[in-house]
Antibody
Framework: QVKLQESGPGLVKPSETLSLTCTVSGGSISSYYWTWIRQPPGKGLEWIGYVYYRGSTNYNPSLKSRVTISLDTSKNQFSLKLSSVTAADTAVYYC?????????????WGQGTLVTVSS | DIQMTQSPSSLSASVGDRVTITCRASQGISSYLAWYQQKPGKVPKLLIYGASTLQSGVPSRFSGSGSGTDFTLIISSLQPEDIATYYCQNYYSALRTFGQGTKVEIK
C-alpha cells in the first residue's frame, strides 16, 4: 500500500513561495500520477494539479501562473511550489496518488499539512 | 470548466435511515466520478470510484450510481461513524473539480 507524507514550513510570509514535499513509501514514484489538493480552514477541497511520472503536468487554471509540481525520482518524492502567496492560500495541503481504472482517480492521501500565510 | 454541484449541502438523519446525496455535473462526465468521506479533523477517504465501484474495505451500506451528469451516493442504513462531509469529484476533465460537500449529521 502506498503511503504519502507531506513536509515543509507551516508558516510562509505573504508574497513568498510556499514549498512542500511529499515523500512516497510502499511504491515507486516512477509510475502513476501524483497530485496536490488543498483545503482552506472550514472549507471544501480544491484540486491544485498533478504530475505524471514521465514529468508532464496539469494545473488548476486558477493557480496555473503560480504553481509548479515536480518529481525527484532519486528520493521518491514530488513537490509543490506556489509563488506569491497571500492569506487566501492558507490551507491544509494534501498530496495524493492517482490509481487507474478506466480513468485516473485519487485513492491514497497524505495526512495533510497546514500552511499558514502570515507576516 | 465542469462544475460539480452537490445537494443537499447538509442533512440530519437518524441512525438506521437511508441517506441519499446527489452530485450533478455541468456537462457529461461518463462514469468518471469518485466519492470521498471526510470525518471531522481527518483526511478524506475514497469510498467509490467509477461512479459505482466500492473501494476495498468500504462497508457495503455505501453505494453509488449514475452516469453522464447525475450521480447518487446512498448510505443504506446510517451509522454513527458515518458522520462526515462527503465530496464528489470529477476525474473526466483535466480540471479535477470537487463538489462543495454534503455534511451529514445524526438527528
Amino acid at each position: 500500500q502506498v503511503k504519502l507524507q507531506e513536509s515543509g514550513p507551516g508558516l510562509v510570509k505573504p508574497s513568498e513561495t510556499l514549498s512542500l514535499t511529499c515523500t512516497v513509501s510502499g511504491g515507486s514514484i516512477s509510475s502513476y500520477y501524483w497530485t496536490w489538493i488543498r483545503q482552506p480552514p472550514g472549507k471544501g477541497l480544491e484540486w491544485i494539479g498533478y504530475v505524471y511520472y514521465r514529468g508532464s503536468t496539469n494545473y488548476n487554471p486558477s493557480l496555473k501562473s503560480r504553481v509548479t509540481i515536480s518529481l525527484d525520482t532519486s528520493k521518491n518524492q514530488f513537490s509543490l511550489k506556489l509563488s506569491s502567496v497571500t492569506a487566501a492560500d492558507t490551507a491544509v495541503y494534501y498530496c495524493g496518488h492517482l490509481a487507474y481504472s478506466s480513468g485516473w482517480y485519487l485513492d491514497y492521501w497524505g495526512q495533510g499539512t497546514l500552511v499558514t500565510v502570515s507576516s | 470548466d465542469i462544475q460539480m454541484t452537490q445537494s443537499p449541502s447538509s442533512l440530519s438523519a437518524s441512525v438506521g435511515d437511508r441517506v441519499t446525496i446527489t452530485c450533478r455535473a455541468s456537462q457529461g462526465i461518463s462514469s468518471y466520478l469518485a466519492w470521498y468521506q471526510q470525518k471531522p479533523g481527518k483526511v478524506p477517504k475514497l469510498l467509490i470510484y467509477g461512479a459505482s465501484t466500492l473501494q476495498s474495505g468500504v462497508p457495503s451500506r455505501f453505494s453509488g450510481s449514475g452516469s453522464g451528469t447525475d450521480f447518487t451516493l446512498i448510505i443504506s442504513s446510517l451509522q454513527p461513524e458515518d458522520i462526515a462531509t462527503y465530496y464528489c469529484q470529477n476525474y473526466y476533465s483535466a480540471l479535477r473539480t470537487f463538489g462543495q460537500g454534503t455534511k451529514v449529521e445524526i438527528k
